[in-house]
């Protein structure tokens, strides 16, 4: 791996811990206006400075964050679908590598349906996106997005995580599932969690907390940090767990609700 993409993943995963919060506020990209990101910039202002990276799409990036912040970013770089649309994986590739490269990110995002209606054509856009990220060393994070038919077990995440690595993608992002130390040994690049909709603070806590301990490089979390009574007690919860092994309960007591 060369020094530029090495540089830009620990720019992401702490070298100190190995681990990461990522601020996920992407949600817009096909749910719109999102419950708690409705005034984007306002809530992504407040939760920044706890934020190891912020994944958005480069309008939200362009309209709602300030150019001066210094956190990393990682740049949704798939969709053109909706909510309300035919298929959720009928997905393009929706940001050029210039475009990435011009906003100066650290990392770019894409979602792989493995075994959707349109499987095939979102693991050839992550194979193409990858072969030309590789020409400027941006790493590539490919998300497992699971259908409403599909079990999101170890089984199935394994798979999925699996196939993203062995197109080359430099870190996966997937849910947490029971044996979910099954999913990272068999996945050779880091794995990161989404939080997944928002659930009572305690329970986004713990899950958090069994992520890491069964080996995850931390969480890229939206919903359960923005959509919280208690948003940035949240991130610095959820940073208290990645980062310093923090009890879920311990970290619980911290919150304001
Ligand atoms: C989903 O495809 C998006 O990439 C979200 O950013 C992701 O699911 C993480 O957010 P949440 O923790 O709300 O699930």
Redesign the pocket.
């Known amino acids: 791996m060369d020094c530029g993409m090495k540089n830009r993943i620990s720019q992401i995963i702490k070298p100190e811990t190995g681990r990461t919060v990522m601020l996920?506020?992407?949600?817009g990209?096909?749910l719109g206006p999102t419950t708690g990101l409705e005034e984007p910039r306002k809530i992504i202002a407040e939760l920044l400075p706890y934020a190891d990276s912020l994944?958005l799409t480069r309008g939200m990036l362009r309209t709602s964050v300030d150019p001066n912040a210094s956190v990393p970013i990682v740049l949704?770089a798939s969709g053109a679908n909706s909510i309300i649309g035919d298929d959720l994986s009928n997905e393009a590739i929706t940001v050029s590598v210039k475009d990435a490269v011009r906003l100066n990110v650290s990392a770019v995002?894409l979602?792989i349906y493995v075994g959707g209606k349109y499987e095939h054509q979102t693991l050839k856009n992550l194979a193409s996106l990858i072969s030309e990220c590789e020409e400027y060393g941006i790493p590539v994070l490919a998300?497992t997005?699971v259908g409403k038919e599909m079990a999101r077990d170890a089984k199935y995440l394994s798979l999925a995580c699996r196939i993203a690595a062995e197109l080359g993608a430099h870190m996966v992002?997937t849910y947490y599932c029971d044996d979910f130390e099954k999913v990272v040994k068999s996945c050779p690049v880091p794995v990161v969690i989404?939080?997944?909709?928002?659930i009572p603070e305690k329970e986004a806590l713990e899950l958090a907390y069994n992520a890491v301990r069964d080996g995850a490089a931390g969480?890229?979390?939206?919903?359960?940090?923005f959509q919280s009574k208690d948003p940035v007690g949240m991130i610095k919860a959820v940073r208290s767990i990645v980062h310093e092994n923090v009890s879920a309960e311990k970290a619980y007591k911290t919150l304001k609700l």
């Open positions: 996920a506020v992407d949600h990209y096909f994944m949704r995002a979602s998300v997005a992002k989404a939080g997944g909709k928002k969480v890229d979390m939206g919903r359960n940090i």
